[in-house]
């Protein structure tokens, strides 16, 4: 056999030959094409941005109608503008109010859906097979249908206007994305692991806490980095509970700035849309692997 | 202990075994049952009993039948938002999956760039939910904006007061745009299952004489199917629940002429501005039902065109 590999005799391996080194050539011919086809694609992809970038230095009349990413003058009078705050209320007002949602559903998330997780990955007991089924059926649903229930009890036990019903259903692990994301992890590590700490006399909470829980690292970052970022990012959850600008989040705040402000203000406008988005591009800048990485393998939503 | 050793002892062990593994396992999954139960299972079963009330949330809820799914079928407005709402899964989820595929394939020839490109073509999807970006995108199609001028460069129509934002003919492409923007999440999916697909059956098919075409239709769509059925599934069903980008761009109104009256910008009106919470608890189960289906539809016909590896095909 290895005969026949060397010395290609048969019709079909010298096509398979010849057409393997025609492939080369054109690749390294394509490359250059390649390169300015996905440059012209990234373009397009990153104008948005981009202009959005320049305009918050733009003053506000040369922002509307104007192709030019180069801003004639202003400079960060725009950001000066933004950073006073809205109606009183300080622009690090709202900052805390993101980072405090952000930091207690990283929080909640973490501890509620790696408990999940690893119940579903390995423990047996009864009824397993259905609560997964359930968890993964939640995935697909409008969560429409939930809001209004939630919103009445919220309502009931006086909740409106305070951070719970944003929170508590992190830290009760709705968020099935996660518990599959984790779920996926727990199974690919070694089960000879858990069996070795059994034999040692260890239960289940040991084997969680020392055993699994430092080895799913990876999966808790990805976990922690879309958390922050959907948090940071949500709108509907606080535009429904949250009445009083003094507890609104950056998007809220955002959208509060673009209504009070004349049109005309733009500038300050974009210059508060970059600052509300600037948490989100750090850590994509940061973790742009996990993030990527993530959606690969678990197919998450950015 | 002393019962182990009669011959019933056994089985009494192992059924205590089981209930402490029971015990066990629910105690980790405590907080994601309670979760489920009493923030989806239970709102759900309350928003199907609320559908067939009348309540206002200050009023105890009337029972009223049928009524409210009676007057879904005449209200225009509920019309309109099921229209608007259909067009824009219908054109933009295939046209971003299209995007997303036709990029991935040709990230995945590249030998070198491909992490770059697909981090930056990422990052769309990452913001594209945003406020923020829903403002920028406003800022870009409104009066004589930019993308006004670029359209008139090519001979585009002249832009309407208020440009495609004033346009109730242009509001849905734009947002159709901003989806198809973000086509970096299937994208980077596809990916992940182009590679996969292995190198040899390419060489082998063209080897055997066939064309690009040929290839791309009975090797990449089969492989790819899987990634391609959970895509599609995914995109849909997201795609029904557009909210934020209409919202700031039409500023909290679904106008102009009803044009971004979405599915779940019509239900929010019901429910929390008119505190008809009965109207949009059916409202709400017309669309879990619609995507119930939509998703069994998808799981039925994928048994005809999706391949599991090991699958005989």
Redesign the interface.
């Known amino acids: 056999m290895s005969q026949t590999l060397e010395h290609p005799q048969t019709e079909?391996e010298v096509?398979?030959a010849r057409?393997?080194k025609r492939?080369r050539a054109r690749?390294t011919g394509?490359?250059v094409l390649?390169?300015a086809?996905?440059l012209a694609?990234?373009v397009v992809?990153?104008y948005?941005?981009v202009?959005?970038l320049m305009?918050s230095f733009k003053p506000g009349n040369e922002?509307?109608?104007?192709?030019s990413l180069l801003p004639t003058g202003g400079g960060l009078q725009n950001y000066a503008t933004a950073l006073e705050g809205i109606g009183g209320i300080s622009f690090w007002t709202f900052v805390l109010n993101s980072l405090i949602l952000a930091a207690g559903s990283v929080l909640g998330i973490l501890?509620?859906?790696s408990?999940?997780a690893?119940?579903?990955a390995r423990?047996?007991?009864?009824g397993?097979n259905l609560?997964f089924v359930?968890?993964i059926a939640?995935m697909?649903?409008?969560?429409?249908?939930?809001?209004?229930?939630?919103?009445?009890?919220f309502?009931e036990l006086g909740m409106i206007n305070t951070y719970w019903p944003l929170l508590?259903?992190k830290?009760?692990?709705?968020e099935s994305f996660f518990?599959f994301l984790m779920i996926q992890f727990i199974r690919g590590l070694p089960r000879e692991l858990d069996e070795a700490a059994v034999i040692d006399g260890a239960?289940?909470p040991r084997i969680?806490f020392s055993i699994i829980l430092p080895l799913m690292k990876p999966a808790l970052v990805t976990s922690a980095i879309f958390a922050f970022?959907w948090s940071w990012?949500d709108?509907?959850g606080p535009l429904?509970y949250l009445k009083e600008p003094g507890m609104y989040t950056m998007?809220l705040a955002?959208?509060l700035y673009?209504?009070q402000t004349s049109t005309s203000d733009?500038g300050a406008?974009?210059a508060m849309?970059?600052l509300?988005?600037l948490p989100?591009?750090l850590f994509?800048f940061a973790f742009?692997?996990q993030?990527?990485g993530g959606?690969?393998?678990q197919?998450?939503?950015? | 202990m002393a019962d182990t050793t009669t011959a019933r002892g056994p089985v009494r062990a192992r059924r205590r075994g089981r209930a402490r593994?029971?015990g066990?396992?629910?105690a980790?999954?405590s907080?994601?049952?309670?979760?489920?139960l009493?923030?989806?299972?239970?709102?759900?079963i309350?928003?199907l009993y609320?559908s067939f009330t009348d309540y206002n949330?200050f009023s105890p809820p009337v029972f009223t039948g049928l009524e409210n799914y009676q007057r879904l079928l005449t209200d225009t407005n509920f019309l309109q938002a099921a229209k608007v709402t259909a067009l824009y899964v219908v054109f933009g989820t295939p046209i971003k999956l299209a995007a997303a595929l036709a990029?991935a394939m040709?990230?995945h020839?590249?030998?070198?760039?491909q992490g770059f490109?697909?981090?930056?073509?990422?990052?769309?999807?990452?913001?594209?939910?945003?406020?923020?970006?829903a403002?920028?995108?406003k800022?870009?199609f409104?009066?004589?904006?930019?993308v006004?001028?670029?359209g008139a460069v090519f001979g585009g129509p002249d832009a309407a007061a208020g440009g495609w934002v004033g346009d109730p003919g242009r509001t849905l492409p734009m947002l159709i745009l901003l989806t198809v923007?973000?086509f970096?999440?299937p994208m980077?999916?596809f990916?992940?299952g182009l590679k996969q697909v292995p190198l040899e059956m390419y060489?082998a098919a063209?080897?055997d004489g066939a064309g690009p075409v040929r290839r791309f239709w009975s090797i990449t769509v089969p492989l790819l199917s899987p990634v391609l059925f959970?895509?599609l599934?995914?995109e849909t069903?997201?795609a029904?629940?557009i909210?934020?980008s209409a919202?700031?761009i039409s500023?909290g109104s679904g106008g102009p002429a009803q044009s971004t009256l979405f599915y779940?910008l019509y239900?929010y009106f019901r429910?929390?501005r008119d505190f008809q919470?009965g109207y949009?608890?059916a409202?709400?189960?017309v669309?879990?039902v619609v995507?119930g289906l939509i998703?069994l539809l998808l799981f039925r016909s994928s048994k005809s065109w999706v391949h599991y590896s090991g699958d005989d095909k």
């Open positions: 079909r096509r398979s057409l393997r492939a690749r394509g490359s390649f390169h086809f996905a694609v990234l992809i990153l948005p941005a202009w959005m305009s922002i509307i109608g104007s192709v501890l509620s859906c408990l999940a690893y119940a579903f423990m047996r007991f009864r397993r609560f359930c968890m939640t697909l649903l409008p969560f429409h249908v939930v809001i209004i229930p939630q919103y009445i009890v309502n508590l259903g830290f009760l692990a709705t518990v239960g289940h969680f970022i990012n709108f509907f429904l998007p955002l959208r673009v209504d733009y406008q974009m849309a970059i509300a988005l989100v591009l994509f742009q692997r993030l990527v959606v690969a393998t197919g998450l939503k950015g | 593994a029971n066990a396992g629910y980790f999954l907080p994601w049952l309670i979760g489920f009493g923030l989806t299972a239970g709102p759900m309350a928003s609320l949330l990029v040709l990230l020839s590249a030998r070198r760039g490109y697909r981090s930056a073509y990422y990052l769309p999807s990452l913001i594209g939910g945003s406020v923020s970006i403002i920028v995108w800022a870009m409104i009066d004589e904006g930019i006004a001028q670029i923007w973000q970096g999440a980077v999916i990916l992940a060489e063209e080897v959970f895509n599934l995914l069903i997201h029904f629940q909210f934020n919202f700031i500023n779940t239900l429910g929390f919470m949009a608890s409202m709400a189960w669309l879990v995507v998703s």
